[in-house]
């Protein structure tokens, strides 16, 4: 490669000739060992394919690799190494940087000290480790991808310390939690140590039904930790690999290539395994394909010329392959005695008997029934069978993957990660979780389903089809001798290789036909010197070659004539060769003396032109001497004439000066009075100018005094007058009604709820006296006992009688104090409700004054000021939304993140279920069922809440809580981010309204607009204290459920009936609160319709009046009696509507007046039945009545709190109710009037000229579809699993989600919750399937994005939010939902919108990224703007056909299309086209300037003028689809500046002044590289200066610019899906029948 490099055209390696040869140490140090043979053996099969241009200058490499030896890793013989990498890594573990790798020297490692000495004697481990650091750095590996590399390669050593402890039983073993080396290895790799010790040690077995944790034996967990460290080196050389071919790649055309194939030979030990067998199956091959080249097509060459020739025998090894790798051969033996569950080596080799005794190529051994003989092409090897299973299964346990798969390193976990599943796991919200029933069945525990013997048996074969189509040379590397000694010879072993390789047989056939040989034509061409004159006449070349062959070799034996070319025998090229010499030395000869002959003649005419020209100029220099004196003599006279006018010059010159001085001063005396004259006028006049003004000020001042009194007289006359008319106006009505707009309503409201006060202390106070009546009357009845009791007991209990009667009078007193407490803060609370009125109107009357204020100063301020400080704000907004909008999203990443993290945590849960040990008791349950009642958590919170329980009872009280903590967490700050986002939202909205309205309201509906929001503030704080409110009572519930536990703690009995009755009391104090509440709530209510139809009563009013003001063509127009009466008639109806909601509104009141008497009646009915039961426990024993007691305590406040918490509920999903009914009934009632008032002027006007039919009313379609809930599954099947977008051209765009939507429309009028939350999480899982499955479809993908904004924005639309229905007709508002708030899930589908977008960003990319650099770089779109390529070189046949893989701009547009024209057809919202289009982009801009900051080929003044006409191209497809924006545009400047960059003069400092004006997208480093790498492409350009760099250098030093060079071409803009309401009614949408939802019903 080092050759190629020097002789690929230039002087000095370019970088990509670097980077080919920087390749080399990587791979020796990774795949070189030292073996027995050889220090440096390469350890496993390389072919690399250096690639050339048309000058035949290097443009990259590819290398392909086969069977790396990767049973080194874990074992090396006696006197051999591990790979060379290792022993590196510890000659530098004493660097700084590798001070966390915790690594020692080579012997204190396992894996590295088996073979005996570490060290190669003349090899510097150190030295070549730095060589090695450097070739990553050189190939572009950054400095993180090299340490995390180290690191992997440190943890495979310290994997191989982990210390194994086998259990007693034998069946099991265990690690040592304190192992040091088991610690660093997963702090290295950023794994959970106690998963990794946990899985070393056990494997899982997974069946049909069940899945079983099994332990492993000694030996078991050895080979698996094996395995597991061979698996991690075999990824991280794949990883290295695959990085060294991304480094290498060129995008450029290739024209020809050369493959190194350095492969392993043939080997044969004491002791052969799997590896020696595959590596002299790979030789057999190879030996063929010489075979094949070498001997048959030299005897197929010899047949086909039909040439006199008789076959020669030599060796074909056809049947040892056949033996190896035919049907039933030695590896597909191989391959199914793996697929047996129970498979051995031994069964293996006795098939191997069975199958192949009779084969001539097959022996088997007398001493032995484990091994086998297989005859090769060198000799007979003797493998032994022991290994060869295990080593071909390569079997690595899943669960030891699955934790380097959640590793926290990037790098460690994509090594493991699959291509395929290449899509972001779908996250769902942190509220909603949708489990299955059992846990998904996994594959087996393999991770490989290929066998090795299978994979290498592939890549030989590709390797040989890639051998096939090429012309191949043959290096044979011939050892000296076995010690690895300098200047000895073996004879025997060189002739042994030279045997093995076919040297010998190639010399023999070589020696026995004829090497040499020439096709006519070229032999002509070259020979024909040798022919005659008169034979150059004949016009056949076929009979001149026969001729002269004839006429110079007499013996005809020595040469045969073919059909198509001449056959020579060795030496008569050479004889030929000779006579042309000869024939040339004789022409040479000739032309010498002729050329002497000429040289001589030129030597004479060159000796007569010298004589002339002595001559010549011996005749000038005596001319010169002459014209030299005349010269002379002519000088002296002008000297003397210069010397004689000097003189006079300077005597003029004195007397001038003197002349000058005299009259200097006396001009200045003169110039000195005419100045003291003009200062002393100066002042004069500035004297005269104070006193001047001085007189003007006083006679101004009197003036303006004057002028001041006459202002104030006129003042105080207008002001009286207008003082006069206010007074008139105050006194009138009208503005008192003004004034107490609203006053009323609120006046009314406080007198009704101190009446519900007052009567709420009255029914308290009753209460309280039934309750202390029926507790005298208890006490009573209890002093009769007791002295019943003393009489039938004696004297012996009474001290403890008299204190029991002592206690109960003590609570009775405690129940009077606490009466008159309630009584006191009862007073207290109606005091407070009064002031915090008068505090409202008082802070309402503020609040007018303030905004009048604000009226005025926003009146008073100009527009500039607004429209620049609204513009600032709108900005300002903006950046923040993105940057919310970014983090949201980075946290739904994490959350896939964590995801497998997840999985393993469950893992680790299924197997702590299946171990016996201690279950928790239900008294944890139902205190964490206690403490998780917040008033934030909605009902799938509560879903989550139980599942979380489920959780506790199996796992464990401790693991459970940390997940749960994490999960709220989450929660909560997704509930934050979104809340922050739509606050931003509404303020900009705001903001935007604000611009939009820059002419400012009319003063009067200035007025009412000042009243209107009187009222929406008052409403709101009473909403507020309403919602305070209601926090107090729940946690007052709170505060009972404690109260109720700690009464469950305390095994007192003295105590344990008053504390049971003031529970009572506090609950029903509680209840009766809260019903009050609730009450007051629906007054509100009432008083809100009321005042509703109020004003639209007074708006009825006003509109005579607003048309009598307009001139309407028909209010002159008399009014009919029958319209009057119909007018008439529509208010009775609407009045009768009102009267029949006010009923309903009645009986809802009575009803539940009936249920609080029912309850209080139940309440009785309950202490009734307690004073039993307390009676009964009077006869029991002391311990059994606490006991009792005490049980039925906690069960009856058990069921009051369920009974609490439910009221609490269906009050609240009440209040929702009512507000959303109240919504839609003035809607409905607005409506209904305009469609009267419609109907009303229709039939005025169509009365005379139709008559009226009377038609039957059909039952319209109200846009709602029901299904049973057994067909759930086969609509998600028929609507999302199995839909194709194909199947749905020519319908209405964005079928599903309608149809989805009318789905969940019906479940919200039947009020069925569960069906909306299964239909909805089937959707989800779905939709994830489908793009799980299909994640490569662009169409697909664009389908259901589509799809899921669409119902993502009907879930919006419909959700009855006024912020969503501004746009909605009146048909639209019919079909909103009814019952229940989706908000949760409408940000679920926000995040599946998101996931689905990054998917179709990522399927976009990979099919443009491939087209970019070809066709915005390399494709000329303008022709002949490149130049002419340089020509000359001579004709040479490829191997290898040109491949056509360049692209051109066209083909690049044509994929936009072809994706704008998917994307409209599916009825994608055309702000997500827009982001798309701004993306992909980005991405062409980013490839493509990365690509020009890389290439010093297309730094050039054409490429820029190509790159500028590219960009334009596409700016023009942007204008063609309406998707210029300044967005899109500005992506693609850093690329526009480039281009006018390498267009731009690069001279002088005003080109630099302009460079650095114009490229203000591009940082210093890029504008600097692009310089450097400016290559002019013909002579009338010129390189850019080193001066020139400096100062674009100098000038750019105060930008800010980032530090790194090249874009970031993965980066992913946050996007935004706006709402984009539909014009569509649900009514009005066709389901086809290609659909199959027949059993879908049309409500």
């Known amino acids: 490669m080092r050759y190629f490099a020097t002789v690929s055209g230039s002087a000095s390696d370019t970088n990509i000739e670097e980077k080919v040869l920087a390749s080399s140490p990587i791979m020796e140090a990774i795949g070189n060992a030292k073996t027995t043979r050889n220090d440096n053996s390469s350890r496993f099969g390389k072919y690399i394919q250096i690639g050339f241009d048309k000058r035949y200058r290097i443009i990259g490499a590819n290398m392909r690799t086969y069977l790396l030896e990767k049973s080194r890793v874990v074992f090396q013989a006696d006197d051999e190494r591990n790979y060379h990498i290792f022993y590196q890594l510890c000659a530098a573990a004493n660097l700084p940087e590798f001070k966390e790798l915790a690594l020692t020297r080579a012997e204190d490692f396992f894996y590295t000290s088996q073979g005996g000495d570490t060290s190669i004697e003349g090899v510097d481990d150190a030295e070549d480790f730095e060589k090695t650091r450097q070739a990553f750095t050189l190939l572009g590996v950054r400095e993180s991808h090299q340490i995390n590399i180290f690191k992997i390669i440190a943890s495979i050593l310290h994997l191989g310390n982990v210390e194994i402890q086998a259990e007693r039983d034998g069946e099991s073993c265990s690690i040592s939690p304190k192992d040091e080396h088991l610690s660093n290895f997963c702090q290295l790799l950023g794994v959970e140590h106690s998963q990794m010790e946990h899985w070393l040690c056990h494997r899982k077995l997974v069946t049909t039904s069940e899945t079983y944790v099994k332990t492993m034996s000694l030996q078991q967990v050895v080979n698996a930790r094996n395995a597991l460290a061979k698996h991690i080196y075999a990824q991280l050389f794949g990883w290295i690999v695959e990085h060294v071919n991304k480094a290498l790649h060129t995008s450029l055309k290739q024209h020809s290539f050369i493959g190194v194939l350095d492969i392993y030979g043939f080997e044969t030990f004491d002791v052969n395994s799997f590896e020696q067998f595959c590596i002299n199956y790979a030789n057999e091959k190879l030996q063929q394909q010489f075979n094949l080249h070498v001997f048959k097509l030299e005897q197929e060459e010899y047949v086909k010329e039909q040439i006199p020739w008789t076959l020669i025998d ?8 056949d033996l190896i790798e035919a049907k039933l051969g030695i590896l597909d033996l191989l391959d199914e005695e793996c697929k047996v569950p129970k498979g051995t080596d031994q069964n293996w080799a006795q098939k191997l008997y069975d199958r192949h005794s009779g084969s001539q190529h097959f022996q088997k051994p007398r001493m032995s029934n484990t091994a086998f003989i297989v005859v090769h092409f060198a000799d007979k090897v003797e493998y032994l069978s022991d290994s060869f299973l295990e080593k071909n299964r390569d079997t690595v346990y899943e669960e030891q993957i699955n934790i380097l798969k959640a590793s926290k390193l990037p790098l460690v976990a994509d090594l493991f990660h699959d291509g395929k599943d290449s899509a972001p796991a779908a996250a769902t919200s942190s509220k909603i979780s949708v489990r299955s029933a059992r846990p998904p069945l996994k594959a087996s525990n393999k991770e490989h389903k290929k066998t090795v013997g299978h994979q290498f048996r592939t890549s030989l074969h590709l390797l040989m089809e890639t051998l096939n189509t090429t012309t191949p040379h043959y290096v044979r590397c011939i050892k000296p001798n076995d010690e690895k000694l300098p200047f000895r010879f073996d004879p025997k072993r060189a002739v042994q290789q030279l045997r093995a390789c076919g040297v010998l047989e190639t010399i023999r056939i070589s020696a026995a036909g004829y090497p040499s040989r020439w096709a006519y034509h070229d032999f002509y061409n070259r020979y024909r010197v040798l022919v005659k004159k008169k034979e150059l006449a004949n016009t056949d070349k076929k009979a001149i070659c026969k001729s002269v062959l004839e006429s110079l070799i007499k013996d005809p034996d020595k040469f045969q004539f073919g059909r198509t070319k001449i056959f020579f025998r060795a030496g008569q090229v050479a004889y030929l060769e000779k006579l042309r010499a000869d024939k040339f030395r004789a022409a040479t000869i000739m032309i010498q003396k002729t050329v002497r002959g000429w040289l001589q003649k030129v030597k004479y005419r060159r000796l007569k032109a010298a004589t002339l020209t002595l001559q010549r100029y011996c005749r000038g220099l005596l001319a010169r001497r002459l014209a030299e004196h005349l010269r002379r003599t002519r000088a002296a006279v002008v000297l003397q004439k210069q010397y004689r006018m000097r003189r006079a010059h300077q005597a003029y010159q004195r007397v001038r000066r003197a002349t000058v001085v005299i009259q200097a001063f006396a001009r200045g005396t003169f110039v000195r009075r005419i100045y003291h004259q003009v200062l002393r006028e100066h002042k004069a006049t500035i004297i005269q100018k104070h006193v001047r003004s001085w007189l003007a000020r006083r006679c101004f001042q009197r003036l303006r005094g004057a002028a001041i009194v006459i202002q104030c007289g006129f003042r105080r006359l207008k002001a009286k007058r207008e003082l006069k008319a206010l007074k008139i106006e105050a006194r009138s009505a009208e503005h008192l009604k003004r004034l107490n707009v609203g006053m009323e309503n609120k006046v009314v409201q406080l007198q009704r709820k101190i009446d519900d006060q007052n009567k709420e202390f009255k029914m308290l106070s009753e209460q309280l006296s039934a309750i202390t009546s029926t507790h ?84 008073c301020q100009s527009k500039d000021e607004l429209a620049q400080t609204s513009v600032e704000e709108n900005l300002l907004m903006k950046k923040e939304l993105e940057e919310e909008r970014s983090r949201y999203q980075n946290l739904v990443k994490e959350y896939s993140r964590l995801e497998q993290r997840y999985d393993n945590l469950r893992d680790e849960m299924t197997i702590i ?22 008033p934030s958590i909605s009902t799938s919170e509560v879903g989550d809440a139980e599942d979380a329980l489920q959780q506790v009872e199996e796992i464990g009280l401790e693991k459970a809580a940390m997940d749960l903590t994490v999960f709220l967490k989450l929660q909560k700050r997704v509930r934050e981010l979104e809340q922050e986002r739509k606050k931003l939202q509404v303020q900009l909205e705001k903001k935007e309204q604000q611009d939009s309205k820059k002419i400012p309201a009319e003063r009067p509906s200035s007025d009412l607009d000042v009243d209107q929001d009187a009222d929406l503030a008052y409403n709101s704080l009473k909403r507020q204290e309403l919602e305070s409110e209601n926090k107090k009572l729940k946690n007052e519930l709170n505060e009972l459920r404690k109260a109720v536990a700690d009464q469950a703690s305390e095994h007192s009995a003295a105590h344990g009936t008053p504390d049971s009755y003031c529970l009572l009391l506090n609950q029903l104090k509680l209840a009766h609160e809260e019903l009050e509440v609730r009450k007051e709530e629906v007054l509100i209510l009432r008083t809100q319709i009321v005042s509703a139809d109020q004003r639209r009563l007074a708006g009825k009013g006003s509109e005579p009046n607003i048309n009598a003001r307009t001139s309407w063509p028909n209010s002159e127009k008399h009014v ?22 006010l009923q309903a509104q009645s009986r ?47 069960s009856r406040l058990t069921n009051e709190n369920l009974d609490l918490k439910e009221l609490v509920e269906k009050l609240e999903k009440n209040e929702k109710k009512l507000k959303k009914q109240l919504k839609i009934y003035m809607k409905k009632v607005q409506d209904l009037e305009a469609a009267q008032a419609l109907a009303q002027s229709e039939r005025r006007r169509h009365e005379l000229t139709r008559q009226v039919t009377v038609q039957r009313k059909e039952k319209d379609f109200q846009g709602m579809l029901e299904y049973h809930k057994e067909d759930e599954a086969l609509l998600i099947r028929n609507l999302v699993t199995d839909l194709k977008p194909q199947a749905l051209a020519g319908t209405v765009p964005c079928l599903p989600a309608y149809i989805l939507y009318m789905c969940i429309r019906h479940a919200d009028y039947v009020n069925d919750d569960l069906k909306v939350h299964s239909l909805l999480t089937s959707t989800i899982n779905g939709i994830k399937k489908v793009l799980k499955k299909h994640n490569d479809d662009f169409e697909m993908t664009s389908f259901w994005l589509s799809n899921t904004c669409r119902l993502l924005h009907c879930l919006k639309q419909y959700s009855g939010d006024e912020g969503f229905m501004t746009q909605n007709t009146a048909k639209q508002n019919e079909h909103c939902l009814k019952n229940f708030d989706l908000t949760e899930y409408r940000q679920v589908l926000s995040d599946l919108s998101i996931q689905i977008y990054q998917q179709l960003i990522k399927i976009s990319e990979g099919l443009l990224q491939p087209m970019i650099v070809s066709a915005m770089l390399e494709n000329e779109s303008i022709q002949g703007l490149s130049g002419v390529k340089p020509t000359g070189y001579r004709k040479r046949t490829s191997s290898l056909a040109d491949g056509d893989n360049s692209y051109c701009l066209e083909a690049v547009i044509r994929q936009m299309n072809s994706f704008h024209t998917v994307m409209c057809d599916q009825g994608l919202d055309p702000e997500i086209i827009l982001q798309v289009f701004k993306q992909l982009f980005y991405m062409i801009n980013a490839v493509t300037l990365n690509n020009l900051l890389l290439r010093k080929d297309v730094c050039s003044w054409s490429t820029g003028m190509q790159l500028r006409y590219n960009i334009s191209q596409l700016e023009e497809w942007l204008r063609g689809r309406n998707l210029h924006q300044r967005e899109v545009a500005e992506t693609m400047e850093p690329l526009i500046q480039a281009a006018q960059l390498l267009q731009l003069k690069k001279k002088s400092p005003e080109d630099a002044e302009a460079i650095c004006s114009l490229c203000t997208a591009l940082s210093t480093q890029q504008i600097v590289k692009i310089l450097n790498l400016y290559t002019p492409l013909n002579e009338f350009e010129e390189r850019v200066t080193v001066a020139f760099i400096r100062t674009i250098q100098a000038q750019l030093q105060e930008r800010n610019d980032p530090q790194h060079l090249l874009l970031d071409f993965k980066h992913m803009f946050p996007v935004l899906f706006p709402f984009n309401p539909s014009s569509l009614t649900m009514d009005s949408i066709h389901i086809p029948a290609c659909l199959n939802l027949e059993f879908l019903n049309e409500v």
């Open 1148 to 1194: 809802e009141h009575g009803e539940e007046v009936e249920g609080l008497k029912a309850q209080v009646q139940a309440l009785k009915e309950e202490m009734d039945e307690q004073q039993q039961t307390f009676c009964q426990t009077l006869l029991l024993s002391p311990e059994a009545q606490l006991e009792f007691g005490i049980q039925q305590e906690l």
């Open 314 to 321: 030599f060796y074909d090894n056809q049947p040892c392959i």
């Open 776 to 859: 005298a009357t208890e006490v009573e009845k209890l002093k009769e006992e007791l002295a019943c009791y003393q009489q039938s007991q004696g004297g012996d209990s009474s001290p403890q009688l008299q204190e029991e009667v002592e206690s109960l009078r003590t609570e009775l007193q405690r129940a009077h104090s606490e009466r008159k407490v309630l009584e006191d803060a009862h007073t207290r609370e109606k005091d407070e409700l009064r002031k915090r009125v008068a505090d409202l109107e008082q802070e309402n009357a503020l609040l007018k004054d303030e905004k009048a204020q604000l009226n005025n100063q926003i009146l």
């Open 1120 to 1141: 009919d009696q029958e319209d009057a009466i119909e007018a008439y008639h529509g208010v009775c109806q609407t009045n009768r509507l009102l009267e029949a909601q």
């Open 913 to 934: 279920k299946q171990t016996p040990g201690h279950r928790r008791n239900p008294s944890n349950q139902s205190s964490l069922e206690s403490d998780s009642n917040y």
